[in-house]
């Protein structure tokens, strides 16, 4: 791998964060995870142009792909890991809005590099994404109707997505609030009954912040889980989570 700089602006000054860059730049076409992305329906001609122009990078954890309020940037198409996606909080408190994985794009929601970037993204583990420049986005969107729509619909679902929250935020006790958390968790790591589980990268704090409570409340609560034998955790593994018995206790509202 190679360093490789990124540029963001910020007024009328640009800062370059390093990254890695991967050489061995996967085909758009072949991709594991083309099937769970925008590109699903793309044209062979569309992924062909993405190929030869993107560069394929590696953010390390903690790296931030997206900064909220500032300009410039690209097209992130995340091929593996996770990322969390939030905005700024009263107090300086961030909101994680979600987690993201394999197949989530990030950085359409500018229209020109004058824009400040409406959210922050940041790796949660170290995310291997494919970046392609904003003008080269817009000359595929003006070539690929299943591109646009694809965008289109992704736009919508998140929005809807955020709808949802807000409401949950307002309306759920904590207890249900944190199992809504699990059950998102477990969604973005592709959990699976019957599996050895996962191991999570996130901090009690991240899970609060999805949660919309306090880290105290948040461990109150997965012990509470536990003892009633619908998770089994040790430490950040989460060895074994009871989904039916999660989604009965965000059903109860």
């Not at 560069?55 to 790296?63: A, E, S």
């Not at 392609?132 to 109707?145: G, V």
Request: proline letters at 2%; one cysteine or more.
């Amino acid at each position: 791998m190679i360093n490789v700089g990124v540029g963001i602006r910020t007024g009328s000054f640009w800062y370059f964060q390093f990254v890695y860059m991967i050489q061995s730049n996967p085909r758009c076409n072949t991709c594991r995870v083309r099937d769970c992305s925008v590109l699903h329906n793309c044209s062979n001609e569309i992924l062909d142009i993405l190929s030869d122009n993107k560069q394929y990078l590696c953010f390390p954890k903690g790296k931030q792909l997206l900064v909220e309020g500032q300009h410039g940037g690209g097209i992130y198409f995340i091929r593996s890991g996770i990322a969390k996606v939030k905005v700024s909080g009263r107090n300086g408190r961030s909101l994680i809005l979600r987690l993201a994985g394999a197949g989530s794009v990030f950085g359409n929601r500018v229209s020109s590099s004058l824009d400040g970037q409406p959210l922050s993204v940041e790796a949660v583990e170290d995310l291997q994404v494919c970046y392609i420049s904003l003008d080269l986005y817009k000359q595929l969107l003006e070539k690929s109707p299943e591109l646009h729509d694809g965008m289109i619909q992704t736009l919508m679902t998140e929005i809807r997505q955020v709808e949802i929250h807000s409401i949950h935020l307002t309306h759920l006790s904590v207890k249900e609030r944190v199992a809504e958390t699990l059950l998102h968790i477990a969604e973005a790591y592709h959990y699976r009954p019957g599996s050895n589980g996962f191991r999570v990268h996130l901090e009690r704090q991240d899970i609060a912040d999805l949660s919309g409570t306090t880290k105290e409340q948040v461990s109150r609560m997965l012990s509470e889980l536990e003892n009633e034998a619908l998770i089994n955790l040790s430490g950040k593994h989460f060895k074994y989570l009871d989904l039916d018995g999660l989604r009965q206790i965000t059903a109860l509202h």
